[in-house]
C-alpha cells in the first residue's frame, strides 16, 4: 500500500520473548478469531453493533505464497489489536474488493490496502504504520471527546506543548456550540478555557484561535462566531504546515501531501545535542517563512522509525547519525542534499533560507548530477565545478 520505500513490515507481538512480571506482561495473540468477514449480509449489522468498526479494504487473496504471507501478517494486527480493545466496543473486519465491490462501493472505499474507520456516520482513513501498537493509539485517541476544557495555567501550558500537533483553542461560555464544531475534525484539539486563561492567550469571546504546528503565534479564524462549516474549510485550507514531523500515525497522508512531486526532507534526532540545534534552526526558518505557501518541511527523526534508517541511508546515501536537509523525489526516492560539513558546523538561518531558496526556484532539483551541484554550509551559495569550462577552442583548427 502507498508508496513502497515508505513500507516495511508491521511489528507484531505474537510471542513472549522472555517471562514477564506481573505489570509488564506484553499482550500475545490468543489464537481466537475476533477479525469479520464484511459482506452484504452482515455489514449493516456490523455498523450497528460498534461504536466503531475498523475495516481492511483488500485485494482478493493471491496465489503467490509471499503476498499470502504478507497478507496474514496484516490480518494478525486487526487480530491483535482487536484483542487488546476488545472491552472497548470497537469491531474489526476484512471487506475483499472483488467479491464484496457493491459494499464497498456504499460505503465509499477507494483504496484497496487501506484501512477505513466507521464513527458516528462518518469514514476516516487510518493513513499510518501498519503495526499494532499504532493503530491501537489511533484508535484510542478516536474514541475520546475531540473537547478539552482549559480551566487552568498547568493546563494551558500542557496545550502550548503540544507544538508537532495542528490546535485550535476557542472562548466560549458554553460548551455544545464548540463540541459540534470539533466533531468533525477528529484530531484536531479544541478547547474551551475560562476568563483568565483566555486573557493571558489574548482571546476574545467566541474567537477561534489556529496554531500551526511549531508556531507561537495563531492565527484567528475570522468572521466569528464562526460555524461548523466556516472552521472546517478554514482548517482544511490551512492544514499543510510550513514544518512538519513524520509520524507514525499519520505517515503516508504526510508522504502523500508533496509539493508538484517533492519533498523538502530533514533529519534531526530530538534527543541528540545537535540534532536538537538543527531542529530549532528549522523551526526560526519556519516561523519566518510560514506565510510562503509554497514552503513545508517535513521533520523525520531517526530515533522514530528504527526499521527505516539503514534503508533511508542507503537510498538517499546521507548519513543520519547527522543532522541532514534535502529535496526528495516521492516517485523514484532519487535526492540532492545540502552539503552539512559538520556537526559543529550547522548552517545558520540565513544559509538554510538561502538553499532553500534555491530549491522551491528550481536551482537545485532531483534531476541535478550530484557532481555538478553542491552546497556550501556557510553562505548557502552554488558551486559549480570548473573542471569542464576549459574547453579547446583550437579544434576547429583541424581536418
Not at 170 to 196: M, N, T, W
Not at 282 to 293: C, G, H, I
Request: a negative charge.
Amino acid at each position: 500500500m502507498h508508496f513502497l520505500w515508505l513500507f516495511y513490515l508491521p511489528s507484531l507481538a505474537l510471542e513472549s520473548h522472555a517471562a514477564g512480571e506481573g505489570g509488564l506482561e506484553f499482550p500475545t495473540f490468543d489464537g481466537k478469531d475476533r477479525v469479520q468477514e464484511i459482506n452484504k449480509k452482515n455489514y449493516k449489522q456490523e455498523l450497528r453493533r460498534h461504536e466503531m468498526l475498523c475495516v481492511l479494504y483488500h485485494e482478493t487473496l493471491p496465489q503467490d505464497k509471499g503476498l499470502q504471507k504478507q497478507f496474514h501478517m496484516t490480518e494478525m494486527v486487526l487480530e491483535l489489536a482487536a484483542q487488546v480493545l476488545e472491552d472497548r466496543d470497537i469491531g474489526f473486519g476484512l471487506l475483499d474488493s472483488r467479491k464484496n465491490a457493491k459494499v464497498a462501493k456504499k460505503l465509499g472505499l477507494e483504496e484497496e490496502g487501506s484501512i477505513y474507520i466507521f464513527k458516528d456516520e462518518r469514514v476516516i482513513e487510518f493513513d499510518g504504520e501498519l503495526s499494532a501498537d499504532t493503530l491501537v493509539e489511533f484508535l484510542l485517541d478516536l474514541l475520546e471527546d475531540p473537547v478539552e476544557l482549559i480551566s487552568n495555567s498547568r493546563e494551558q501550558r500542557a496545550f502550548e506543548k503540544m507544538d508537532e500537533d495542528i490546535r485550535l483553542i476557542g472562548y466560549f461560555k458554553g460548551e455544545e456550540s464548540e463540541r459540534e464544531s470539533a466533531a468533525s475534525q477528529p484530531f484536531i484539539q479544541l478547547h474551551a478555557d475560562k476568563i483568565k486563561v483566555a486573557k493571558h492567550l489574548t482571546l476574545k469571546m467566541n474567537e477561534i484561535d489556529f496554531y500551526e504546528p511549531f508556531m507561537e503565534e495563531p492565527v484567528t479564524i475570522p468572521g466569528k462566531p464562526n460555524s461548523e462549516q466556516e472552521i472546517v474549510e478554514f482548517v482544511s485550507k490551512h492544514r499543510r504546515p510550513t514544518l512538519r514531523k513524520l509520524r507514525s500515525e499519520d505517515m503516508f497522508e504526510t508522504w502523500e501531501d508533496d509539493m508538484d512531486g517533492i519533498h523538502i526532507v530533514a533529519f534531526a534526532e530530538e534527543e541528540d545535542p545537535d540534532g536538537y540545534e538543527f531542529l530549532e534552526i528549522l523551526k526560526e526558518v519556519a516561523r519566518d517563512n510560514t506565510n510562503n505557501p509554497d514552503l513545508s518541511i517535513v521533520w523525520i527523526d531517526p530515533d522514530d522509525f528504527p526499521l527505516l534508517t539503514t534503508y533511508w541511508e542507503k537510498t538517499f546515501k546521507v548519513d543520519l547519525f547527522r543532522p541532514q536537509i534535502g529535496v526528495v523525489n516521492v516517485t523514484d526516492a532519487d535526492s540532492v542534499w545540502m552539503n552539512i560539513a559538520s556537526d559543529e558546523a550547522l548552517p545558520s538561518a540565513e544559509a538554510l533560507e538561502d538553499w532553500i531558496e534555491d530549491v522551491l526556484s528550481g536551482k537545485v532539483n532531483t534531476e541535478d548530477d550530484d557532481d555538478d551541484v553542491g552546497y556550501s554550509d556557510e553562505d548557502g551559495e552554488e558551486e559549480e565545478d570548473d573542471d569542464e569550462d576549459d574547453v579547446d577552442d583550437d579544434d576547429g583548427d583541424h581536418d
